[in-house]
């Protein structure tokens, strides 16, 4: 009865979908824990990060615009104090075809995805949607899930306690320190909602929405055979590309104000 008091009293409301999520430990405290593994991996893969290219340039530019639309919207909702958030964009020279956003606002972009996103859009759509993990706090909620599961009723009075080193390896065995850092991984409905809510980010940014649906449709070219949706932690890419298609008149006022 304790615990559940415990969980219902940590429960939260994402900014942009409006999904209830598990937070059990406060958002600076995981912000502080990934701008120093950011930093740390920064550092172990120095000689990958591109710097003074078009591309480089071309991230930043785009992920700028995003986090400003981020916080204009967050400050519609009167709620930007609660986002204390620290942009950083880099580009990472790998063929690996990924982009990540650690919570706080630190994001890597692969070279390997650049040839998929062809154009500004394009590279908004991916931006958008692993910004929109952060915004919507789905690293605090997996963070709280796994304190709940691991440390049931002794979570009580500790929840904030996050300093403690248990739970600072807790962080770091979800997240990882390093190169290990671009294998973050979210439910299938974690997926799909931050595709909604980069939708909604691209578009106040001033990208066409529509573009998502190319990019998409370009991300699931030469995908044969592999695992079916039920065994991965993504969405299918037929279920990501309709889901888009329905929410592309509800997301269009954004694009056009």
């Known amino acids: 009865m304790l615990l559940l008091g415990a969980t219902l009293a940590g429960c939260a409301t994402s900014a942009i979908t409006g999904r209830k999520y598990l937070k059990l430990v406060d958002s600076k405290t995981i912000n502080d824990q990934a701008a120093l593994a950011y930093k740390d991996f920064l550092s172990k893969n120095s000689s990958a990060v591109v710097t003074g290219t078009s591309s480089a340039t071309q991230v930043k530019s785009v992920g700028n615009k995003i986090a400003a639309a981020a916080n204009r919207y967050l400050q519609d909702l009167g709620v930007a104090d609660q986002y204390d958030f620290n942009w950083e964009f880099n580009l990472i020279q790998s063929d690996q075809v990924n982009a990540w956003c650690m919570p706080g606002g630190k994001v890597a972009v692969y070279s390997g995805i650049l040839p998929v996103a062809k154009n500004d859009a394009g590279l908004a759509t991916i931006m958008g949607h692993e910004i929109a993990h952060a915004i919507e706090e789905h690293s605090v909620s997996q963070?709280?899930?796994?304190?709940?599961?691991?440390?049931?009723?002794?979570?009580?009075?500790?929840?904030?306690?996050?300093?403690?080193?248990?739970?600072?390896?807790?962080?770091?065995?979800?997240?990882?320190?390093?190169?290990?850092?671009?294998?973050?991984?979210?439910?299938?409905?974690?997926?799909?909602?931050?595709?909604?809510?980069?939708?909604?980010?691209?578009?106040?940014?001033?990208?066409?929405?529509n573009e998502a649906i190319s990019f998409w449709e370009r991300m699931s070219q030469g995908k044969e055979g592999g695992s079916p949706e039920w065994l991965s932690t993504h969405p299918s890419d037929a279920r990501r590309i309709s889901q888009l298609q329905a929410l592309i008149p509800e997301i269009m006022p954004y694009y056009k104000k």
Do not use: C, H, W
């Not at 979570?155 to 403690?164: E, M, V």
């Not at 080193?165 to 294998?183: A, E, K, M, P």
């Open 143 to 209: 963070v709280s899930n796994a304190m709940a599961a691991q440390f049931g009723a002794q979570l009580l009075g500790t929840a904030g306690a996050i300093s403690n080193s248990r739970y600072t390896g807790l962080f770091n065995q979800l997240y990882g320190i390093g190169y290990q850092v671009g294998s973050l991984s979210f439910s299938r409905k974690d997926e799909l909602a931050a595709d909604k809510a980069g939708l909604i980010l691209m578009a106040m940014a001033g990208y066409d929405p």
